[in-house]
């Protein structure tokens, strides 16, 4: 039977994962090999170096650089809370002394005799790493983090904004075609993952914000109101760092685009269950996808991660069109032709034929799709 490699968006209702939740740089791991975590919990913490700030300190005091040390009150390595004097001169028998006070709460990272200068470095950072799952610590990082397996509900996005959170999933379409008026939105989608249909309008998205709801999931966005929403247009580089108080998930693309019935039915299935999800998305080298996770009941032996396969287009898969005319539209394969066809472009390429959702055959360039895995 002919088949082909090809890219593909993973809904399934059970699968294995595996997370590496590591810090950015050494630090204290919380948590043992063996502990349960929630997706809320902290698993790892260090500190960040503050930035450096230059401070002229023989400049400020009106002294030359190499007699700036019989001035010093403080050393290389003090801490500095804001307003401590770190150099005051003799003055006239006791009176009009000049003193020079610390800018910021921080720390003296070093002190020049030559030049004059001050390196004062403002507070750490404290950072946090969550545990963003709930599942089982199977590997402790030294130092570094944890690595955390759970067997989970699993559905792959197109297209996502901001970073991770988790809630308990509220379907607000009933069925996966539906655009959500914003009135929908209440407060009873507080700190809720909220299932949206084909659409999220732009208003839909400030009532969320101002709700608190936790996280949108939707077919489609419309590009205009994206810029609305962030000020300036998505380029190719990686989303998942925005600050806008929710994490949006985007299953099929742009525009009103039907969510797919897989992903709709799967999602509704789990309505009221915790979801962790992200919207990190990299279209270019070393893809990322946004996430839905839903973790499900697991005993420890069933946490086998299966080696990974390449999703592959053979007759019966299903399929996603990801070019116009039909983008957006699911159907399965029917064909897979071996021979190269001259397509509109001129070009020669190896196309398939499917039947598509609404009942249409179409042959397609099998570069216009990806595999929908489940």
């Given at each position: 039977m002919a088949q082909a490699y090809s890219p593909g968006l993973t809904v399934t209702k059970s699968i294995v994962l595996k997370k590496d939740r590591i810090l950015p740089l050494k630090g204290k791991v919380l948590v043992k090999k063996g502990d349960k975590v929630k997706a809320e919990d902290v698993v790892a913490e260090t500190l960040l170096p503050g930035k450096v700030v230059p401070f002229n300190l023989a400049n400020k005091l009106g002294v030359p650089a190499e007699m700036l040390g019989q001035y010093l009150k403080v050393k290389a390595g003090d801490e500095l809370k804001k307003g401590q004097v770190m150099a005051e001169t003799n003055g006239f028998f006791g009176f009009f002394k000049t003193s020079i006070k610390s800018p910021l709460d921080g720390e003296i990272e070093n002190i020049s005799k030559l030049t004059g200068q001050m390196l004062l470095r403002e507070p750490k950072i404290p950072i946090q790493v969550k545990a963003f799952i709930d599942g089982l610590v199977v590997e402790v990082v030294k130092e570094e983090g944890v690595i955390i397996e759970n067997k989970s509900a699993y559905i792959q996005?197109?297209?996502?904004?901001?970073?991770?959170?988790?809630?308990?999933?509220?379907?607000?379409?009933?069925?996966?075609?539906?655009?959500?008026?914003?009135?929908?939105?209440?407060?009873?989608?507080k700190d809720k993952v909220i299932v949206c249909g084909a659409l999220v309008s732009y208003a839909a998205i400030k009532k969320a914000q101002k709700v608190g709801v936790s996280g949108i999931i939707s077919g489609g966005i419309d590009d205009k109101d994206l810029k609305k929403l962030l000020g300036y247009n998505i380029g190719v580089a990686i989303t998942g760092h925005e600050e806008i108080g929710l994490t949006i998930v985007i299953t099929e693309g742009f525009g009103v685009i039907k969510m797919a019935k897989s992903c709709f039915e799967l999602l509704k299935s789990f309505e009221g269950h915790k979801a962790s999800i992200h919207g990190i998305t990299q279209i270019r080298a070393g893809v990322m996808r946004p996430e839905i996770i839903i973790p499900i009941e697991f005993k420890k032996e069933e946490l086998k991660v299966e080696e990974a396969k390449m999703a592959t287009l053979e007759i019966g898969t299903t399929i996603r069109v990801i070019r116009q005319p039909n983008f957006g539209l699911i159907g399965k394969v029917t064909g897979l032709p071996e021979k190269l066809t001259k397509v509109e472009s001129e070009t020669m390429v190896r196309i398939l034929e499917a039947k598509l959702e609404n009942g249409e055959k179409v042959t397609i360039p099998r570069a216009n799709v990806e595999v929908i895995e489940d």
């Open positions: 996005g197109i297209f996502g904004l901001s970073g991770e959170r988790s809630g308990e999933i509220k379907m607000l379409a009933s069925t996966p075609d539906e655009i959500i008026d914003p009135s929908k939105i209440d407060d009873s989608c």
